[in-house]
């Protein structure tokens, strides 16, 4: 899948400022969600994804925001870090939903903007066409 490929390059050119010890975690969530999984997610709401894409797409994500936070966990002080963390922590930190559910709403935000076109447009036209032998 070209995306996930995609996807992956902008998140090594961004990794400078992925992992620096500075930024917050919101902010590195920020920059990711703006740059990387926007490259990831392009076209999606429009798109057929088979199940295969989706399980790519989140555990590329998954990666991701390990590596992020490995970065952010390591600059910690070491006490009481020795418990495994999951991803779902991980992505409550950052503040961030699963990409599935991203790519899901991105398709109801589509679907919304279609349904309330107004009448007269070419959009609303053909959703109202009558087709011979089409039983709805």
């Known amino acids: 899948m070209a995306k996930v490929s995609s996807g992956y390059r902008k998140f090594k050119e961004l990794l400078p400022h992925l992992i620096l010890r500075g930024?917050?975690?919101?902010?590195?969530?920020s920059l990711y969600a703006a740059c990387v999984r926007n490259v990831m997610l392009y076209g999606r709401e429009n798109r057929a994804v088979k199940e295969e894409d989706i399980r790519r797409l989140i555990s590329t994500e998954m990666t991701m925001i390990t590596?992020?936070?490995?970065?952010?966990l390591n600059a910690r002080p070491r006490e009481g870090r020795e418990a495994k963390i999951g991803i779902e922590e991980l992505r409550g930190w950052m503040g961030l939903e699963c990409i599935d559910v991203v790519m899901r709403?991105?398709?109801?935000?589509?679907?919304e903007d279609v349904r309330n076109m107004e009448t007269g447009n070419c959009v609303w036209e053909v959703r109202s066409m009558n087709v011979k032998g089409w039983a709805a």
Do not use: D, K, N, V
């Not at 930024?23 to 969530?29: H, K, N, Q, T, Y």
């Not at 709403?105 to 679907?111: I, P, S």
């Open 23 to 29: 930024p917050s975690l919101r902010a590195r969530e």
């Open 105 to 111: 709403m991105g398709r109801l935000t589509l679907f």
């Open 67 to 72: 590596w992020m936070c490995t970065a952010f």
